[in-house]
């Protein structure tokens, strides 16, 4: 299962070949930096959330990697 993260990291990457331009390459370092930093306020968010704690738990059980599945 693709998380939403690295789905939209994928089509980033995609975009090059589609239309065969550098330019979506040299954006992606930066994508890939916001994703970074916003990863963990999303989770913190999540979890403290009163009324979505307790599925985000169920779904972190479900899909344990946030961006490359069995690694991170």
């Given at each position: 299962?693709?998380?939403?993260?690295?789905?939209?990291?994928?089509?980033?990457?995609?975009?090059?070949?589609?239309?065969?331009?550098?330019i979506p390459l040299y954006i992606l370092p930066i994508t890939i930096a916001g994703h970074a930093l916003k990863m963990p306020i999303e989770e913190?968010?999540?979890?403290?959330?009163?009324?979505?704690?307790?599925?985000?738990?169920?779904?972190?059980?479900?899909?344990?990697?946030?961006?490359?599945?069995?690694?991170?």
């Open positions: 299962m693709i998380s939403l993260h690295s789905g939209n990291l994928i089509t980033g990457a995609s975009f090059a070949p589609v239309f065969w331009s550098y913190r968010m999540l979890i403290e959330d009163p009324d979505l704690g307790r599925e985000y738990k169920l779904y972190k059980l479900r899909v344990p990697c946030r961006i490359i599945p069995y690694i991170w």
